[in-house]
């Protein structure tokens, strides 16, 4: 176990350092997958890789799975900026006391865009965009304390006729330590580069303006740039504590390095009243993090299962963007 551990460090320890060898700010494909899912993590200030305890575990650390006391299904829509819509859906089935299967996939939807060319804005025409993600999810806990887990994923992002896709690998471990705190580490988005190709590339073009009787209907391929995808580690830790007569209050800081942005911290507190029945949550996320937008977040949460006898739980989060308004958030999870 101690040479387990000894080779997860180097692994991090080495994306660590290749993630601040070059600037590389906003220079990665499929972004869409460094945005939060899940309405209670972003109640948290997206600090939940140590928490990991429901179906949006398969994103932020997959071994939370493992740990989820029964089969376990949720839906959560982001209601983003500039009328994107983030959609996000899982179901996490428990194969054993101590492992578990997942599945999961990731939808960015927006509306029509108008087409307008130089010297006509007004084309009439439009065309779509949009990003997917089909996620595969396993994981076991190797002992009562430290449990691993790993997330295999395709990946495409489309823009009118044209498309790029590819797969990545999410890996992640939680360990309960004699401290009093759980420690959650993950890697996200290992995986190769992508391009776009599509119909759209394909153009007319006329070797040789200068050269009489060639063709001039030659057909060429505009060539596209490969770009790295948007490789994360993340490293948190969470604990609770009990308050008398009033409920308990969970706690969670993270911290996560990307390789194409500066690091940064999330912070996040839940306090669970009347029996866990009602969750207040708040969170401030992206500190220490240059040019950031994230302002803070706040969250309420549901547990109907003292009422009406069935786990159902109702997550609701709102957080504030500097220059870009603000995101909400909705989920239901529900056991099975």
């Known amino acids: 176990m101690r040479s387990f551990f000894k080779q997860l460090i180097i692994i991090y320890l080495a994306l660590l350092s290749s993630a601040y060898g070059i600037d590389k700010t906003g220079t990665t494909a499929a972004k869409f997958l460094s945005i939060g899912v899940g309405s209670r993590s972003a109640g948290l200030g997206n600090a939940f890789v140590a928490i990991a305890d429901d179906p949006t575990a398969m994103y932020w650390n997959p071994a939370g799975i493992s740990r989820l006391e029964s089969h376990e299904a949720i839906v959560n829509h982001n ?18 006391e101590n492992s578990a299967f997942g599945a999961n996939i990731t939808m960015v939807s927006m509306e029509e865009i108008e087409v307008t060319r130089y010297g ?15 996620g595969l999810s396993y994981a076991t806990s190797l002992t009562d304390k430290f449990s691993i887990g790993g997330n295999i994923k395709m990946i495409r992002e489309s823009i009118a006729s044209n498309h790029a896709s590819g797969f990545a690998i999410d890996i992640g471990t939680l360990f309960d330590t004699p401290f009093g705190f759980r420690l959650g580490t993950s890697i ?5 580069k992508m391009n776009m190709s599509g119909d759209d590339l394909i153009v007319p073009v006329d070797i040789s303006e200068t050269i009489e009787g060639n063709n001039e209907n030659t057909t060429g391929i505009i060539s596209t740039d490969h770009f ?70 706040f969250g309420v949460g549901l547990n109907l299962n003292n009422i009406i006898k069935r786990p159902i739980h109702i997550d609701y989060s709102f957080e504030s963007l500097k220059f870009l308004g603000t995101t909400q958030q909705i989920g239901l999870r529900i056991g099975l």
């Open 79 to 96: 209601t983003w900026f500039a009328d994107i819509g983030l959609d996000y859906s899982g179901v996490v089935v428990k194969v054993s």
């Open 120 to 134: 006509n804005e007004d084309t009439g025409e439009t065309y779509r965009a949009g990003n997917l993600a089909i």
């Open 188 to 192: 996200s988005n290992f995986g190769p």
């Open 228 to 297: 790295d995808l948007p490789l994360l580690l993340r490293v948190g830790i969470s604990g609770n504590k009990s308050i008398p007569n009033i409920g308990g209050l969970v706690w969670a800081i993270d911290s996560g390095h990307p390789n194409d942005n500066n690091s940064f911290i999330n912070t996040g507190l839940e306090l669970n009243l009347l029996k866990n029945l009602l969750s207040l949550r708040t969170g401030y996320r992206s500190l220490y993090l240059n040019d950031r937008v994230s302002e803070y977040s």
